[in-house]
């Protein structure tokens, strides 16, 4: 069951000024740090209102899901009432969701400044509790600018609470400066947060999650703009403390689809899923935080027994054309059903052939984030427990191999890491069927018998009383498409019945090595870095982090434009084509510092293009 570490959801109101002159009495309707922090409790509360930070609707509850325009080549917002936003490049400096996004990282910002001025402030709790929450808020502080610098560029770096209304014109520092230091945030708190063993959950910040996103950081200052490449050294020597931490023992889940389902089930799997943004809840709770995980990005239904989904995105041909045959990630990420109209029970789906026309593969909605194995009784109309994964082991193992691969070429190690990954998403099960004779007098299909326990079921198809074909049963819980088992080698198929006889047939099978990197792929630096660029976009689909892989490659622009060219092939005259077409650069490689902030700091300046 979901740990809930948000004990309390609200808000801490500090204060502080000089009313000595005027009043002598405590306030009633205020906390100040004075008369706070003098328990372990109110320290975890505190921490709380850092926390609520990601969980946010300007954040992960909401709006970095699809709004932010965070999603670029694998899937794109398809509301198109909404004439202008960010998702359509056509958004302003006064945009309300670029605006919300920027005031909620800064409210996080102070609150964790707040709880850093304030940690020891009774030295009678144990040293080990204030450290942990001191590295937790130094982190998150860090996390918080690092989701800043990604966006908005450099930016005022306020390392300190506020402590007045009219102090507030604070200078840009430059990218630099700002990600100096989130790197010295974020060190400071790896030795001073738990670890992920003795946690058990993904919901707070562990050791593990630090040197994760420590390794993305750097990853990120190697690229566009800084391009610091010795960050990749530091990229390596932050992800081998997280692959050799016996204690911790991170691995990957054997089964890809199974990484969602435990999320929707509100349970962990800290092997995997090192980090998350924490939600819990159906609305019925004294204290619950909910978000629109599977309700923004989900299947499309009205089945509120499955679990009810606007479904605000839909994916590409590029994300759909991506996979190879015998890739199992495409069928749970691009699912091939529709859900049941009521009163269909949970989980009852209509079945969708898979062989579509470039044009419909830009008309159904993703399937990562599926409600329908929410364990929440009622389930939400609008919003859902599901949490939003941070940061997987997935990729730490993949972002390593691409460090790898930057500084020495493709090597072993670096190729090894990404079949490991795309191994554990193979099929073993049968690939096709091979009529070898098709037999005679059949006035029925005949019987398909899959010999061993590989858990494979087929049907054969007649045309004119003879075997012309046999086909695989469909999957009808939608995990995979079809009923091809799983096998060593190759089965042996037998046909009985139906009225005629002679009919045979053959089976072959995918096996592991078919997931292998091929040569091709590892015949240069280049060659292999496109490669994993192409992999990235099959394993992290809609987990909020493939615009900035774009822009920290250098490549976002001529994505997008490639975009609208094939969509303009594809769908010629949608709405949806512009939401690429509209690129501009540098413009749109950052998102306008908000008016409000524009106005309010005069030392504040605007990015270019804005």
């Excluded at 994993?532 to 994505?559: K, M």
Aim: with cysteine; proline share 4%; charged share 20%.
């Amino acid at each position: 069951m979901k740990i809930r570490y948000f004990i309390l959801l609200g808000f801490i109101i500090l204060t502080s000024g000089s009313c000595k002159d005027f009043l002598d009495t405590k306030p009633e309707d205020a906390l100040f740090p004075g008369n706070y922090y003098k328990t372990a409790e109110e320290l975890d509360f505190a921490l709380t209102a850092v926390y609520h930070t990601l969980g946010s609707d300007p954040t992960y509850g909401n709006n970095a899901l699809y709004l932010l325009g965070w999603s670029a080549d694998e899937g794109f917002m398809n509301r198109s009432s909404i004439a202008t936003g960010a998702f359509r490049l056509n958004n302003s400096p006064g945009d309300t969701y670029v605006t919300a996004f920027w005031r909620e990282c800064f409210n996080g910002i102070n609150r964790a400044n707040i709880l850093l001025e304030n940690v020891n402030s009774n030295e009678s709790i144990p040293a080990a509790k204030r450290q942990t929450v001191r590295g937790e808020a130094l982190f998150l502080r860090g996390y918080l600018y690092f989701l800043l610098v990604q966006n908005y560029g450099g930016v005022p770096l306020k390392l300190t609470s506020s402590k007045s209304a009219v102090d507030v014109h604070i200078p840009r520092a430059s990218v630099k400066e700002t990600y100096d230091q989130i790197i010295k945030d974020m060190t400071e708190a790896e030795g001073l947060v738990q670890d992920i063993a003795a946690l058990g959950f993904g919901g707070r910040v562990s050791k593990s999650a630090v040197r994760g996103i420590l390794m993305r950081v750097n990853l990120y200052m190697a690229g566009y703009p800084l391009k610091e490449t010795a960050r990749y050294q530091e990229v390596i020597n932050w992800g081998k403390k997280i692959m050799q931490d016996g204690a911790s023992g991170h691995a990957l889940n054997p089964s890809f689809s199974n990484i969602f389902i435990t999320m929707a089930q509100e349970k962990y799997d800290i092997k995997e899923s090192i980090w998350e943004a924490e939600f819990i809840g159906n609305g019925t709770e004294a204290y619950s935080e909910t978000g629109r995980n599977g309700w923004i990005n989900g299947i499309a239904t009205a089945n509120t027994n499955t679990g009810k989904a606007d479904a605000y995105m839909t994916w590409t041909a590029k994300l759909f054309n991506s996979y190879e045959p015998g890739d199992l990630r495409k069928y749970w990420c691009i699912p091939f059903f529709n859900y049941a109209a009521l009163p269909a029970a949970s989980g009852t789906k209509t079945m969708v052939a898979e062989n579509m026309t470039e044009a419909t593969k830009y008309s159904r909605t993703p399937g990562k984030f599926r409600r329908e194995y929410e364990t929440l009784i009622p389930k939400m109309g609008t919003r859902s427990p599901i949490n939003v994964p941070l940061l997987r082991y997935t990729d730490v193992l993949m972002m390593y191999a691409e460090a790898l691969n930057e500084m020495q070429g493709p090597v072993q190690e670096a190729v090894d890491l990404v079949n490991q990954v795309r191994r554990r998403s193979w099929s073993t099960g049968i690939k096709s069927f091979t009529v070898t004779s098709e037999g005679s007098g059949y006035t029925t299909a005949p019987t398909v018998a899959i010999s061993g326990n590989g858990g494979a079921s087929a049907k054969a198809v007649l045309t004119n009383g003879v075997v012309t074909s046999i086909e695989l049963d469909r999957d009808l819980t939608g995990v995979t498409f079809s009923l091809a088992g799983s096998y060593t080698a190759a089965p042996t198929v037998s046909l009985s019945g139906g009225g005629g006889t002679g009919a045979q047939a053959t089976a072959a099978v995918f096996t592991l090595q078919d997931a292998d990197v091929k040569p091709a792929f590892t015949a240069s630096k280049e060659i292999f870095r496109a490669f994993i660029q192409d992999e990235r976009l099959r394993e992290f689909n809609f987990e909020n982090i493939r615009r900035a892989d774009l822009v920290r490659w250098g490549i976002y622009e001529q994505v997008n434009r490639d975009m609208a060219a094939i969509m303009t092939t594809d769908i010629p005259g949608s709405i949806f084509i512009t939401y690429y077409s509209n690129m501009e650069v540098p413009k749109h490689l950052l998102l306008p510092i908000p008016s409000a902030e524009m106005v309010t700091n005069n030392k504040m300046l605007q990015n270019p293009g804005w």
